[in-house]
Every structure is written in C-alpha cells, then in structure tokens.
C-alpha cells in the first residue's frame, strides 16, 4: 500500500494510485475518521494500469509512473502515464498521458467513483448504514453523499478537463497528437456539517509549494545531526519527516499543531501517544508538548459519565469526528477510558518546564495539573489501596484493558489466565509515584504553595515503599505486572518493568535484578525487549502485545536503564532499535515480531501495524537523547555520552531549550 497524509487527512491506496475498498485495511481517501472516497479506480481504453515504479519521496505528495495493459506490453507501450497525486487538505489527482507514438492516439479514459462514508470503527466490522447515499452530477462535477439525521458529509469530484459526467464516475475521450501529451487535474474535496469541521475541510487550500516550504522550514528547527552511522542519520532524517506529516491542527487547537497518533488507524488526538510522543522530542521540538498539554487540558473531564468513563480530573483517551462518535454508537466523543494518561499529564508538563524553562505555561496550566493529581487519590483508586486501578464501567463499548497494552489478553498471569477486575498495572504506579514527585516541584517552584508539595512528596514516599512490598516477587526477583483485586500479583514477566526504572519508583538495590531480565534471553531478542517472555504461556511473537517488540517501548525503557546508571545497556537496546530500523527503510512500525535475531536476521513486521506512527516515529529521538545523556541542569544543557561500538561519532547541533540553543557531541570509548 501507498500511503500520503496531511495531519489526519489520508489516502491509503495500491501501487496504481487506485482505491478498491478493504473490509480489513483502510483502504481510501479519510478526513476526521471519514472515508470520503472508497472506489477510485482509472482504466484505459478498458485496461488496467500496471506500475513501472512509485517515487514516494514526500509524505504529502506520490507519482505513480504507469502503462496501460498487461506486463507483456512494457516493452513496446505506445502509451505511459504520470499520475502525481497529493494531500493538502483535499486530493489531487493530476494525470498525464504521454503518446510514444508518431501518430495520433485517440483513447477512452475513465475514472471508477464511489464511496461508503464509512466510520473509521466500520473498516473491521462491516454495519448496514442508517442514513442515506447520494449521488448527483451538477455544473460537471460528481457529488457523493450521505445523510442521518443532521449528520452530512459529501464528497465533491471535479477535472480541470472537459469530462463526461456520470454518477459511477467520469470519463474522457481524449486525441493526443504524435509524441504529444495530455493532462487533467481531478480534485477530490471532503465536505462535512458543523462549523469547525466544516472550516477546517474547506478551509483555503495550499499548494504544493507552501506545503513544501513549510516543511524545509520545519526540518531547519529541528537540530541537525552529524554521525558516522548511516543507519542513524538515514531513521533520524525518516523520523523527522514523519513526525512533521503526523502533525494536525486539531478543531480545537488554535492553529497549534500535535501529533497524531498513528496512521491508518489513529489518526486523531489520544491522551496517552500524544503525551509520549511529546516526551520522546521535548528535545528538538518542544512546541507539540506545549499544544498537548494546552489541549489535553482544554477537554479534561469535569463530570461523571459512564458512557464515555468521563472523570473529574481524568485526561482523555481518544477523540473522534465519525458517525459512530456522533450517534454514541462508539464512545469517543471524547473516550476516557484509559488509567495512565492522567499522571503522564503531570510528567509530560514538568518535564516541559525543565527543558524549555517556560514557567508562565506551567502557572496558566496549574488547575489542570491538580485535577489532575487529585484524581489520582479520588478515582484512579478504585479499591482505596493506594494504587490506581482500573475497571471499565462502559461494559458495552469501553476498553477492557485502559492501560498501554489495551488489548482483551494483554494483562496475564504466567500460566496464560486473565486477572479479573479491577486491575493494577505496576506501570501506572510508576507513573503516579513520578507524577507526586514533579507534582511536589512545580508546587513549590510556581505555585507557591510548600504544604501542597510537602503532601505530594509524603504520598510519593509512601506509594514507593508500598510499592516495593507488594509488587515484588522475591522468587523471581522481579516485579508483578499487576495486582488483581484480591491484592494478588499478577505473575507474568513484562517489559512493563522497564517503565518502572523511568519512573524511578524501582529501589535503587532491586535495579540490578531488573535490567538482568529485561536484557535476558526471555524478554531480550537482540533488536529490543519483547512484550511478553517468551515461556508464558500467552507468549507469541506475532501476538500484538504478547511477544511483538514496540519501538516507544524500548526508547523509555533505554532511558530509565539511563536514570538508573545502566548507561552500557542503555547503549545496547538503542543499538538493536538503530539497527533494526535500517532493515526497515528508517522507518520503525508500530511493533514487529518478537522472534530471536538469530532466527529471521531481520526484523519481521506485524501486519497490520501502524505505519508512521507517533510514538515510533519519537522513538529515535529519545534514544539519541538517551546515548547522548542530554539532561537539562542548572539552566544548561549537560551531556554524559555513552555509545555502542557500532556508532562512533554523534554530533547533535542546536538543541533548543532554556538555554537557547546549544551542541551535544559524543564518541566511542
């Protein structure tokens, strides 16, 4: 598949440039979780087009370099096609015909149009829609539509060329004189209902060189990287592409852009991918935490409700625009059933401030951070244990699982049985032991108030030591990836442990005993740390989160490795990542197979991961800041470099933070 994007408009399509509907893949040309075209199909003179090559060299934009016919006609084609298609908003389809011949060529071409309007949330599970389809030809162009109730989106085809107009599609009757060409731009223009949606889709078009130019302008704020290591420079010159096309400009935003979370299937904002994402590039673009933090507090819960698993104080899981969204056949308007994204908040604007310095956002942000910090105590803890748990009230369409691995059998003891709920996941306490303690140094720093961070860092002290007692598993020396509602630990070995040492809620004497399974042959496959161990009895390399390797993952367990003084080891998983995203074009998916490097060579993808995807995209970012030891300190930028043998060389140039702009540099040895 050829994928092109523009923040959350995209097209998916095969290496022809057609769409033929999928009822497993998003196949098509989306908008705010909308397919606006499903069938887009160009034959000529009743043949199909066979693929010479695809020049996919920027995110927004493909050439397809075609010929009519079978493959036995490349060899004396009379007739190629150029078709340059693009996103800037809406879709371009610009179509060149070029005659090889020295006579004229008069020739049929059509275009296949049709669409379904189908929800995001439909692609997997086809449902007979409950509205209505339209089909209109007017002033020369196609309109394709669909209407429930007062939900509208319409889908408006037209060409820069004379066309017939049908309501199947359209068609030329074209002479192209000897070695002559012939040319139409097809527009395809999303249009929905609403105000701000509807701004946002018909909102003033940029061309292709503003897009452009917006881009290099984004690639020259970005720090520049000098290494010895092609693999490197190839994955960070992709990772930065990618995160410049994941970024959107939500309806809500102002004009700011953050990232998306992953195409095809989530493209739009999540609580918990967004707040890694801004994590992992804090240091080289510290503008998309600053917009998530402004946004994910603008919709934090104020209310209780069930449907959508809403809290006071609880940041959001996922938002979306779709029909299934707007009629509550799907809760994601917003969807806050997720355990992990409320004290990720507290991290993500703490880390912030201490890399960018900007205190006014921390004090405009404070009513956000202490909501969010209460609902940690009031309704993160379910049980009154001290932990926070979760347990969807949602019991129709609600998450099971509402932390990272949120998959139905991502949670399980060793011997393959599923805890019941409510769950604690030893993740999150990390997290809310992290989210007390920078809680504690905002609260003193900025909002003046000592007793509030006094409390704060009596409540991290506690949870640490309980912590510690309960989630430890002496016989195995390393700790539960849960607790189930009788207080008993769920056995399993995870790379859940690895967030642990990022968090710091690890006592400093067990870390040892961590990293020794982390790194071994269980969970470690030579290119990072798998899931799940292999020996439990969920174990697959291929099972979404019970045995496959996620890039985001290991970028965060690299840097608490770092935090705990495991610099070699951290080195070392960043290396297997480094490495495995050269056999992967630069580009690191969201997961791949969890099998032994020795078994495949390679690194084998998961099928249906999301690719670019937010926090994979962050990934190598934040393990340069990990190799390179890039930590804000006293106002300064201060490095402690530590490099695996296969890099020699590191040179990070402006740095942007606090300090303005500065260098890291770091060699082997």
């Not at 319409?154 to 012939?182: C, K, M, Y």
């Not at 102002?254 to 739009?268: D, H, K, Y």
Request: glycine letters at 8%; proline letters at 5%; a negative charge.
């Amino acid at each position: 598949m050829v994928r092109i994007l523009d923040g959350n408009v995209f097209v998916v399509c095969d290496r022809q440039g057609n769409l033929q509907r999928s009822s497993t893949f998003p196949v098509g040309y989306f908008a705010f979780d909308t397919r606006f075209l499903a069938t887009w199909n160009m034959t000529i003179n009743g043949e199909r087009l066979q693929t010479l090559s695809v020049d996919n060299t920027h995110y927004y934009e493909t050439r397809f370099f075609l010929v009519p016919g079978a493959p036995s006609h490349y060899v004396d084609a009379d007739l190629s096609i150029i078709r340059h298609q693009s996103i800037t908003r809406s879709f371009e389809d610009r179509v060149t015909v070029f005659n090889h011949r020295g006579r004229p060529a008069e020739i049929t071409i059509r275009v296949e149009a049709g669409n379904d309007f189908a929800d995001i949330f439909e692609i997997k599970d086809i449902r007979q829609k409950k509205g209505r389809h339209y089909r209109k030809v007017e002033d020369g162009r196609l309109r394709l539509g669909y209407e429930r109730d007062t939900f509208l989106r319409e889908t408006l085809i037209s060409s820069s060329a004379p066309a017939a107009v049908d309501e199947q599609g359209l068609t030329f009757n074209v002479r192209i004189e000897p070695h002559g060409t012939w040319q139409t731009v097809l527009h395809v223009e999303a249009l929905g209902d609403g105000v701000e949606l509807r701004a946002s889709l018909q909102g003033e078009k940029r061309p292709r060189p503003e897009v452009r130019s917006e881009i290099d302008a984004w690639l020259q704020r970005i720090p520049r990287l000098d290494s010895d290591s092609e693999a490197l420079t190839a994955t960070y010159r992709c990772s930065v592409t990618d995160l410049a096309a994941l970024r959107f400009v939500a309806l809500t935003a102002g004009g700011q852009s953050m990232p998306a979370a992953g195409l095809p299937w989530f493209m739009t904002i999540f609580g918990r991918d967004s707040i890694f994402t801004s994590l992992q590039t804090l240091p080289f673009t510290p503008d998309l935490a600053a917009t998530t933090l402004r946004l994910l507090g603008n919709f934090q819960g104020r209310r209780l409700d069930d449907f959508r698993e809403e809290e006071p104080g609880k940041i959001l899981h996922e938002l979306r625009y779709g029909e299934s969204a707007a009629f509550e056949e799907q809760p994601h308007s917003p969807y806050y059933g997720t355990a992990d994204a409320t004290p990720l908040y507290v991290v993500l604007l703490d880390e912030y401030e201490r890399w960018t310095g900007d205190g006014e956002l921390v004090r405009q942000l404070e009513y956000f951070a202490r909501c969010a910090l209460d609902w940690i105590d009031q309704y993160g803890d379910i049980l009154g244990t001290g932990y926070i748990w979760y347990q969807r009230r949602n019991e129709e369409t609600g998450l099971e699982n509402q932390c990272w691995k949120d998959s139905w059998d991502g949670i399980s003891y060793r011997d393959g049985r599923l805890p019941g709920f409510p769950r604690a996941t030893c993740e999150i306490q990390g997290y809310a032991y992290d989210a007390k303690v920078r809680g504690a140094r905002l609260a003193r720093q900025f909002w003046n108030d000592d007793a509030y961070a006094d409390r704060l860092e009596r409540e991290a002290a506690e949870l640490k030591h309980r912590f510690n007692r309960d989630f430890w598993l002496p016989d195995e020396g390393y700790y539960a990836v849960a607790l189930d509602r009788d207080g008993t630990a769920v056995d399993s070995l995870t790379s859940n442990i690895g967030h642990l040492l990022w968090s710091g809620i690890v006592e400093p004497k067990r870390a040892s005993n961590v990293v020794e399974h982390l790194l071994g042959p269980r969970l470690f496959t030579g290119w990072g740390i798998r899931t799940l161990a292999e020996g439990d009895d969920r174990y697959n390399p291929v099972g979404y989160h019970v045995g496959t390797v996620w890039p985001f993952d290991n970028s965060f367990i690299s840097w608490g490795l770092r935090r705990y003084g495991f610099a070699e080891e951290a080195a070392q998983l960043a290396e297997g990542m480094i490495e495995a995203a050269a056999y992967l074009d630069g580009r690191l998916p969201e997961a791949f197979a969890g099998y032994q490097r020795h078994l495949t060579h390679y690194p084998v993808q998961y099928p249906t991961a999301c690719n670019p995807q937010a926090w994979s995209t962050g990934t190598p970012l934040l393990l340069l800041r990990t190799l390179l030891g890039m930590e804000p300190r006293d106002g300064q930028l201060s490095t402690d470099p530590v490099l695996p043998a296969s890099i020699q060389r590191i040179e990070l140039l402006d740095v942007p933070g606090r300090w303005g702009v500065a260098s890291a540099a770091g060699r082997h040895g």
